[in-house]
């Protein structure tokens, strides 16, 4: 007998669909995109909640873990929410539990951890067969009203379970603990708040529907943080963020000297030692930053040498966090100190805030501050009103079974007789007595103890409760007004709980506008030495300590010179000007010592290899430069305005085809003309007020050439003369006084210099 083989009704290549790749792409990543964002990312503004935590604290609510039980393990927890409800990996879930325990991430902790929860260090928690959870009394507020017919409930992935859509509680928990979260083309950012502010804003509203911005912003303030700190941002930047729903916030750590003895000192964070000597200590520091880090930052920041005025940094925290600060002496400004960390740490941080959640329709959108305001209310009403519908459907089931229970008292010997003598007695007695079936089925199945007067009495006081009950309920459900003033009544009891006269409830972050920087240059932040700055020909550059004659012989790589030495401070940014008309600037301090030979200044600088230096010159503020091409071009520049912010330079002159830069001159105090010389050896003088200033360009002809091109140019006082180098060794110099013969209007050809000028035609 051969086997059977049972063919497929159809062939399943029928139920391929010849469909373009790009559409079937873009479909199924929108389902992914609107899974990520609906299911995963962007919190519910009714609770605050995404599906993980909502689903972990409905878990530890089925594991009775309330405030007053013992703790249970939270990998019992994991498994029970990985296994039940949220078909993730376990480490996903038990890191969103950490947070929802953790008193630095949260501003009201929802989970009450025992054991390793993390640090602010950054210190991750232990292993979650180690620790211990259950619910904080805050999580107990959220939940309540669970069951009282507040929400629907949704099966679960597999279907076996049911849990509920939202947390129906009255706690406002969007805005009172933030959330943050990056979806598919979107994102959320919401700092948590002071539930205090928050409901005083939500009476406000509840009061006067039309209430302006800028009121709820009186009563609301801006973010609490759970680390505290100090938001810097006037009102109005503040203002205007909660309006729109987007905008930053920058914040601040927060000196206070618990151990100084002045008021003034403690505030600022100054503790006094002996001899004049003083410390800063950080009490606070910005929200999301890990306190291990930024002492790291502040630490490396030393090392680098961009906190010079700095000395020391000590961790010496506790449960309360205590960095302290060494100023190098005790003359550096706390001030300065301050501003410095602030620019070169996170001590000073931006919170951008987008207000983007989910809606009742769980639609997402970026929400203003009154827009979500009255969202959340609209949403409490209706748990309200669902609360109100589902007791007064419970005082209707009860009444019909006191009203049956009474007419059975009524008529105790009867029911008695009919029990005892009739085989249905259930039918007889809803046709004598006009019983339903729930009454008749209620008075078969009671208790022998409970006839007695007493009973009677009790059942009679009960219904009359119970229809006192529902005559209030059916007012409340009839009278939008009544939702108002019960919402208000509860929001205020709630307050009350949380108010910030209590631990729990004060305030912790300050809202202070800063007052303007202290002004300061890196120069500040250096110590000021002086030092001698050498440049060779082929590009190698070091400082000298000291200012050493400048006719002092240093050794060089062979086949290398000297090309520029100037004398400097540590403090001084020095000026380097390529042919290529580019100009880069270096800090003194930044430069290798002069033992060896020195670094190549492309290490420090982008500047090609091949490219050939100009000049060099220390940078002053109110300097001025004469600049000036090959081709016989220039202008005069102010040093403030060379100065370049990276190592790609800034580009000053600009030069057209084969010209290059050629000549860079300091011009000295007084000096009034200008002396020009070219390759042919012809002289012009003219004067400096001829020269356009310009910050960059091509500037105009300073001479005008027949052959060859600009060799040199320089500046000087007409009534001294021009003076100039005489060969040999260098140290004769020659100054010719009846100067004027040469001059002429700017652009002239000239004519030869006067006798015993260079043959290399340099004024140097």
């Known amino acids: 007998m051969s086997d059977v083989i049972d063919m497929p009704d159809s062939d399943p290549f029928d139920e391929i669909v010849d469909a373009p790749f790009d559409a079937a792409l873009e479909e199924r990543y929108l389902v992914y995109a609107l899974s990520t964002i609906t299911a995963r990312s962007l919190p519910d503004l009714r609770d605050g909640l995404k599906p993980v935590h909502r689903r972990l604290l409905w878990t530890m609510r089925q594991l009775k873990l309330d405030p ?75 939940m309540q009203g669970l069951d009282e017919g507040t929400v629907d409930f949704i099966p679960t992935y597999n279907g076996e379970e049911e849990e509920p859509e939202l947390m129906p509680g009255l706690f406002p928990n969007l805005l009172a603990n933030g959330a943050s979260g990056i979806a598919v083309g979107m994102a959320t950012n919401i700092p948590s708040h002071n539930v205090a502010e928050v409901i005083e804003a939500t009476l406000e509203l509840i009061d006067n529907p039309h209430v302006e911005h800028s009121r709820l912003m009186e009563l609301f303030q801006g973010p609490d943080f759970a680390t505290g700190g100090q938001i810097i941002d006037s009102p109005q930047v503040i203002s205007d963020a909660y309006e729109s729903g987007r905008g930053s916030f920058r914040v601040r750590g927060v000196f ?16 006094r030692l002996g001899g004049g000597q003083y410390q800063l200590v950080i009490s606070e520091i910005p929200y999301k930053v890990q306190k291990g880090k930024l002492i790291e930052q502040i630490a490396q920041a030393i090392a680098d040498k961009k906190l010079p005025i700095l000395e020391d ?56 501050l009154k827009e979500l305001l009255q969202n959340w209310v609209a949403s409490q009403i209706e748990i309200l009103q669902r609360r109100s519908q589902h007791r007064l459907d419970q005082i209707a089931r009860r009444l019909e079974l006191v009203e049956g229970y009474i007419i059975a008292f009524l008529n105790l010997d009867r029911v008695i007789e009919i029990i005892r003598t009739e085989d249905e007695p259930k039918q007889v007695m809803m046709a004598e007595f006009k019983l339903t079936d729930r009454q008749a089925e209620a008075i078969l199945n009671m208790r022998l103890r409970s006839l007695r007067k007493l009973e009677e009495m009790q059942l009679r006081g009960e219904k009359t409760a119970l229809l006192e009950e529902q005559e209030e309920l059916e ?4 009278s939008p007004a009544r939702q108002r003033t019960r919402l208000k009544r509860d929001l205020k009891a709630l307050q009350k ?52 004659p400048l006719d002092q012989e240093f050794k060089y790589k062979e086949g290398d010179e000297l090309a520029f030495i100037r004398h400097a401070q540590t403090t001084d940014k020095l000026l380097i000007a390529a042919e290529n008309g580019r100009f880069y600037t270096l800090g003194a301090d930044k430069l290798p010592g002069a033992r060896g030979f020195g670094e190549p200044v492309q290490s420090m600088i982008d500047m090609e290899a091949e490219t050939r230096i100009v000049g060099m010159v220390v940078h002053r503020p109110e300097g001025w430069l004469l600049l000036a091409s090959n081709v016989g071009k220039g202008f005069v520049a102010q040093t403030a305005d060379l100065v370049a912010e990276t190592r790609k330079g800034k580009q000053v002159v600009n030069l057209k085809g084969d010209a290059k830069f050629a000549v860079m001159r300091e011009i000295g105090e007084g000096h009034d003309h200008i002396a020009v010389v070219g390759d042919n050896r012809k002289l012009v003088v003219f004067n400096l007020e001829e020269m356009p200033t310009m910050g960059r360009g091509q500037g105009v002809t300073l001479q005008r050439y027949r052959d060859g091109g600009l060799s040199d140019a320089t500046t000087f006082k007409l009534e001294d003369g021009l003076s100039w180098q005489m060969g040999g060794s260098g140290e004769r110099t020659r100054t010719e006084g009846e100067i004027w013969q040469w001059k002429v209007a700017r652009g002239g050809a000239g004519r030869l210099p006067p006798q015993g000028f260079p043959k290399n035609n340099k004024f140097d």
Do not use: C
């Open 497 to 548: 709980e949380y108010g910030l006269d209590t631990d729990l409830g004060a305030r912790r972050t300050r809202i202070e506008e800063a007052e303007p920087a202290v002004e300061f240059s890196m120069d500040a932040m250096i110590e000021k030495e002086p030092v001698t700055v050498i440049l060779s020909k082929k590009g190698w550059i070091r400082a000298a300590k000291g200012h050493v």
């Open 68 to 142: 007053s039980n013992t703790f249970k393990k939270s990998a019992r927890v994991v498994g029970e929410v990985i296994g039940k409800y949220h078909p993730h990996g376990d480490t996903a879930a038990y890191d969103a539990m950490v947070r929802l325990a953790q008193d630095f991430s949260l501003r009201y902790p929802l989970v009450e951890g025992q054991g390793n929860f993390g640090n602010i260090d950054g210190d991750n928690a232990a292993a979650y067969r180690y620790t211990e959870a259950r619910l904080t009394k805050t999580a107990i507020h959220l």
């Open 313 to 368: 940094v000590r961790d010496e925290s506790d449960e309360q966090i205590r960095i302290v600060l060494v100023p190098k002496t005790r003359n550096v400004d706390p001030d300065l100190l301050k501003e410095s960390l602030f620019k070169l740490t996170d001590l000073e941080t931006r919170f951008g805030l987008n207000l983007n959640v989910l809606d009742a329709s769980r639609t997402p959108m970026v929400m203003g």
């Open 256 to 271: 206070h000297a618990a151990e100084a003895e002045e008021q003034a000192d403690r505030d600022t964070g100054i503790e």
């Open 475 to 478: 007012k409340l459900l009839g």
